[in-house]
C-alpha cells in the first residue's frame, strides 16, 4: 500500500517507533530510521528491514533535542529516500518527579524532544509536502495529551502540546492533501515504561509481575498492554486511503484509559 513512499520516523530504534517503522516498512515505505542505541543493534535492525521488506532503509543519528540537528534530519531524509511524504514523529523521554522537585534541565529537556522537535520537523518536512500534494505527518501523543498524571508535569505539558500542534497544522494543511494526527496510546510495554515498572517494585517492595499488574490496574480498564505492533497497525491505517478525511485527531489506543 505504500510502495514508494518515503517515511522518516524519529525515535525508531526501540519501542513504538521501531514498531512503527517495522509496520510501514511492511506496506513497502522506505524509511529513514532514527534515535539512539547500540551501533551494531541499529545497523541489523536497518538491514533486516531493508532485506525483508525490499525497501531503501537508512538511519540519521540526529539529537532531536537540537533544533538544528531536526532540519539536518529531515535535509538528510530529503536527500537519500527523495522526498518525506510520511513523518512520524515520536522520540520521546520520560521523568518522573513532583513539580516543586522537578529537575529544570529535565524540564528543558522533555519540552525540546517531546514537543519542539515535532514542530522542527514539520516546519521543515512541509514545504516539499505541499509541493508535492500529498502528506502524513503522525505525532505519538499519550492518554497524557488527555489526561493529567501526578509527577509527569513535563511530559504531560509537552503531550497536550503536541497535540495542539497537531490540531494547527491539520487546518493549515486541510486542502492540501496533507493530514496531521495524533495516536495517543495509554501503557505500551517499552524500555520507557519498563523504567516505570522498576522504579515502582523497588518503591513498593513489590516483585515486577506484581508491579506490572498495578501499573495497569490504576489506569488501564483492559488490564493488558498495548503492543508496538498495534500502534503500528494504527500508523499504517491513518496512511490508507480509508484515512484520507481524517486529520487533527487524537485517536486513544489505551484500553479504556480516556473512557473513565
Ligand atoms: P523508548 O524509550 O522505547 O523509545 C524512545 C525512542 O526515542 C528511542 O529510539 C530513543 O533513542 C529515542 N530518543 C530519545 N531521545 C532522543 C533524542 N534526543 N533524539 C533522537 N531520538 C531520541 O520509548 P517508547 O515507549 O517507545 O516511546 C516512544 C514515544 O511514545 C514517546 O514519544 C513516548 O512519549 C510515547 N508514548 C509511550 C507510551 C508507552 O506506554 N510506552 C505511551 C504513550 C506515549
Known amino acids: 500500500m505504500l510502495k514508494g513512499r518515503n517515511a522518516v520516523v524519529t525515535g525508531s530504534t526501540s519501542g513504538i517507533g521501531e514498531g512503527v517503522a517495522r509496520a510501514l516498512a511492511a506496506q513497502g515505505a522506505n524509511i529513514m530510521l532514527n534515535g539512539f542505541g547500540d551501533a551494531a543493534a541499529i545497523e541489523k535492525l536497518r538491514a533486516e528491514l531493508a532485506a525483508k521488506h525490499g525497501v531503501k532503509v ?5 539529537d532531536l533535542s537540537k533544533a538544528a ?7 538528510d531524509a530529503e536527500k537519500r529516500l527523495g522526498s518525506v ?3 512520524v ?10 513539580v516543586d522537585e522537578f529537575p529544570t534541565e529535565k524540564w528543558d529537556l522533555i519540552i525540546a524532544i517531546n514537543l519542539s522537535s515535532a514542530f ?3 516546519h521543515a518536512a512541509l514545504p516539499g509536502m505541499k509541493k508535492r500534494g500529498f502528506g502524513k505527518i503522525i505525532n505519538t501523543g499519550s492518554t497524557h495529551a488527555l489526561v493529567a498524571s501526578a509527577n509527569k508535569a513535563a511530559y504531560v505539558a509537552a503531550k497536550h502540546g503536541i497535540l495542539g500542534l497537531t490540531k494547527v497544522v491539520a487546518l493549515e494543511t486541510a486542502t492540501t492533501g496533507i493530514t496531521c494526527n495524533a495516536i495517543c496510546p495509554g501503557w505500551v510495554l517499552t524500555p520507557l515504561v519498563q523504567k516505570q515498572i522498576d522504579a515502582r517494585a523497588a518503591n513498593e517492595k513489590i516483585d515486577l509481575k506484581q508491579a506490572e499488574h498495578n501499573l495497569l490496574a490504576e489506569k488501564q480498564p483492559s488490564l493488558r498492554f498495548t503492543k508496538v505492533e498495534d500502534i503500528g497497525g494504527v500508523a499504517v491505517f491513518l496512511c490508507s486511503p480509508a ?12 484500553g479504556g484509559w480516556t473512557a473513565q
Open 58 to 62: 537508512f538511519y540519521n543519528p540526529a
Open 85 to 87: 511524504d510520511i513523518l
Open 243 to 254: 484515512a484520507q478525511n481524517i486529520t487533527g485527531i487524537a485517536l486513544p489506543v489505551d
Open 89 to 98: 514523529n515520536n522520540a520521546g523521554i520520560q521523568h518522573v518527579s513532583p
Open 120 to 122: 522542527h520537523t514539520i
Open 69 to 75: 540537528e531536526c532540519a539536518a534530519l529531515i535535509e
